[in-house]
């Protein structure tokens, strides 16, 4: 299953790109992947992951602006539509479990 993550937060003042930075380094650290600018995708093993998962972004929880969730399976995740652009094939957008590094 993938934890598809939407987020729209205000950058005007310095505590608030503080703020903005601090969430995306988490996002980041915690395995997410960007799709597309404040559109992000993490790929879960199950619900319990997922439980899990929607704790901690609830402890790093900025306290301005708005965060989406949206949680698909694989199969729906892959039938997304790119009206404009190329699907991301990167070895870590898969859903492969082994990857060989060499």
């Known amino acids: 299953m ?16 503080k703020a903005y930075r601090k969430f995306r380094k988490f996002l980041i650290n915690e395995g997410f992947i960007m799709h597309q600018f404040s559109v992000y995708s993490k790929l ?3 619900n319990s992951a997922s439980n899990a998962m929607l704790e901690r972004l609830k402890a790093n929880n900025p306290k301005k602006g708005n965060i989406t969730l949206l949680t698909v399976t694989e199969k729906q ?8 652009g190329q ?3 990167c070895i870590g957008n898969t859903d492969s ?6």
């Not at 993938?2 to 790109?17: A, G, I, K, N, Q």
């Not at 995740?77 to 404009?84: D, E, P, T």
């Open 2 to 17: 993938r934890m598809l993550l939407m987020f729209d937060m205000p950058t005007e003042t310095v505590d608030e790109r």
């Open 44 to 46: 879960l093993l199950n």
């Open 97 to 102: 479990r082994i990857v060989f590094l060499g």
């Open 77 to 84: 995740f892959a039938r997304m539509i790119y009206l404009h």
């Open 87 to 89: 699907r991301d094939d």
